[in-house]
């Protein structure tokens, strides 16, 4: 007697997943949820964008306090470093869903040599911090201006920008 069994070609990857799933839950959910959410580590979003000035970074720290954030520049590279720490409180919850990170973070940038390094500033507000790195004077844009000449049809370039003693 032969027996036919309906082939379903998504069986194994609904096994797999199932197998995934476990390895997650089991290597998350066990032991003190405090202490594994604290030393877990986590990267905060960061944009970066560029105008003819400056190059900023706004990255988004809510529940960091500013003296838990450690700005370093060295060799035009960007290192910010900071600590989002559990709250303890007095009572205990019980929680059904933690999905805040908490831990350190490290976030490092290579910033271009058109930075100017001794004019980098940061401001921290409402959560998101914000870094201008102001570039140097001799990488902004100039604007040449054209001048017509006499009869003879000559002209002669004229350099705007800024100075050197700026």
């Known amino acids: 007697m032969t027996v036919l069994t309906r082939w379903e070609p998504f069986r194994e990857f609904s096994t797999l997943q199932d197998r995934i799933n476990r390895v997650f839950r089991d290597t ?39 003296k838990d954030i450690d700005i370093r520049l060295e060799n035009n590279v960007l290192t910010v470093h900071g600590e989002r720490k559990i709250e303890k409180e007095e009572k205990e919850e019980n929680y059904r869903r933690v999905e805040r990170q908490y831990g350190n973070f490290t976030r490092t940038f290579t910033l271009p040599t058109t930075v100017d390094a001794e004019k980098v500033s940061a401001n921290y507000d409402k959560g998101v911090l914000s870094i201008a790195l102001p570039k140097k004077a001799e990488a902004k844009p100039k604007q040449i201006k054209v001048n017509v000449g006499s009869a003879k049809g000559e002209k002669t370039l004229e350099a705007k920008g800024p100075s050197k003693a700026a």
């Open 28 to 66: 998350y959910s066990g032991g003190d949820r405090d202490e594994s959410l604290a030393t877990s580590s986590f990267a905060p979003a960061v944009d970066v964008y560029e105008d003819e000035h400056n190059v900023t970074l706004k990255v988004e720290v809510p529940g960091i306090d500013e």
